[in-house]
């Protein structure tokens, strides 16, 4: 069985690949085709996301995922491209384009500027648009999971994702952000969302006239860029 594990980049996606890993003992596979420990810099990395290598292509992959009788994890980056079941998680999204800029171009090695990122003008396109393609609140059988509360409280996601695959966790989930930091400082940058909107400076304008709507209905902000992050509505994890 195919189940999607889809974010835009930067919102948690490899945090919540290593809870798959830690509390299920579930590997998982990449769309993308990337070489994990090469992205990760760190082959304790790679065991820790439990990513799975193959040389297949992405049709391939997809094909082979939904004719499996146990459950396939595929990380994706991109819009949907069936309507198979998915754990979607989802990150304020100016800490995830603030992210995703120093990920491009400190690791990936792609100068682009922070307006490039906020317009969308990037791989993954526009987080407004990658979250409308994905619609999760509505999605069927989709599990919405917002970054926070991933890293907040790990085993309470771990409860919810338990709950969506109707899989029994095996253990719980316990390494420090700091303990990643210590790995790779650089995929693991932050991980603090209030440092990563301070960065947006006079750029917040354009944010939201770009994003506005979706924040909202997200709960993410009041439409003042500097205001904080309000809490997470209860109607999702």
């Not at 960065?199 to 770009?210: A, T, V």
Request: charged letters at 25%; hydrophobic letters at 35%; aromatic letters at 10%.
């Amino acid at each position: 069985m195919l189940v999607w594990l889809a974010s835009y980049p930067r919102s948690g996606n490899t945090f919540v690949r290593m809870l798959l890993s830690k509390a299920f003992g579930l590997e998982t596979y990449s769309l993308h085709g990337d070489n994990d420990p090469e992205a990760f810099g760190s082959d304790e990395i790679s065991r820790l996301v439990g990513h799975r290598n193959t040389r297949m292509s992405p049709k391939e992959l997809v094909s082979a995922a939904k004719s499996d009788r146990s459950t396939c994890i595929v990380k994706t980056h991109e819009h949907p491209i069936t309507d198979d079941p998915c754990i979607f998680v989802v990150r304020d999204g100016r800490s995830s384009i603030v992210s995703y800029f120093h990920f491009l171009n400190e690791i990936a090695r792609t100068p682009v500027s922070l307006e490039q990122v906020i317009k969308g003008e990037v791989f993954a396109g526009s987080w407004s648009d990658h979250y409308i393609a994905w619609q999760p609140k509505i999605r069927a059988h989709t599990l919405l999971l917002r970054y926070e509360m991933i890293v907040a409280d790990p085993n309470r996601a771990i409860r919810a994702i338990s709950s969506f695959l109707r899989i029994k966790p095996s253990d719980d989930f316990c390494v420090p952000f700091e303990a990643l930091r210590s790995i790779n400082s650089k995929f693991f940058r932050s991980g603090n969302d209030e440092k990563n909107i301070r960065e947006l400076d006079d750029l917040g304008s354009l944010f939201w006239n770009h994003h506005r709507p979706v924040m909202l209905d997200l709960g993410y902000g009041h439409g003042d860029w500097k205001d904080g992050a309000i809490p997470a509505r209860h109607d999702d994890y």
